[in-house]
Every structure is written in C-alpha cells, then in structure tokens.
C-alpha cells in the first residue's frame, strides 16, 4: 500500500471478547490500541469483556478506506465474520474487494 510521507497507514483490527463477541476498529497502531482496550482506556463496549484476543488486523491505508472497510465489516452477520476470521484467503478477498 503507497502513501505519501504525511500519511499515516490505519489498520483495521478485530477483537474477540472473553463472552465470545467481536470487536472492530481501526488504528494507526493495533498494538497500544489493544493495550489500551486491556487496560479499559479504549471502547466502552470493550471495559469488563475481558481477556481479549486480537483475531485479525490488516493495513488499509488511508482513514477514510479503513473507516469505510470498518462499517462493511460491522453490518455483516456473526456468522459471516467469523467465516472470514477462520478462513485467512477468505480474509483478504473479502478487503481486497473493498480496497479497489
């Protein structure tokens, strides 16, 4: 993925809760931004659902794509989310999709 030296890459990252819910978001850095959910400074929805697990994160590029890709990615059942995050060519098909 190309950008110019003033972008920033963002990444779209999933989470799985201990109750088994999944999380999504996007994220300059996918590392602090976990540690920050795990230490209950990120998402509200994210404070008492631990240990969480990263299931999967991708480089999008810009924020506007990893926005776009983020609410996709949300309005798809359960099921197919946790098709795509079993499945790693399925993954990256479905955002490959998404990012022409």
Do not use: Q
């Not at 201990?18 to 999504?24: E, F, G, K, P, Q």
């Amino acid at each position: 993925m190309s950008t110019t030296a003033h972008e920033t890459e963002w990444f779209l990252y999933v989470i799985r809760c201990a109750d088994d819910s999944l999380y999504t978001g996007v994220s300059t850095d996918v590392n602090r931004r976990l540690s920050e959910h795990r230490s209950g400074k990120g998402a509200k929805y994210l404070r008492g659902k631990g240990p969480m697990e990263m299931v999967r994160s991708h480089c999008i590029g810009t924020r506007s794509k990893a926005l776009k890709v983020e609410r996709e990615f949300r309005k798809l059942s359960k099921v197919n989310k946790e098709r795509l995050l079993e499945n790693e060519t399925e993954w990256i098909i479905y955002l490959s999709d998404r990012l022409v």
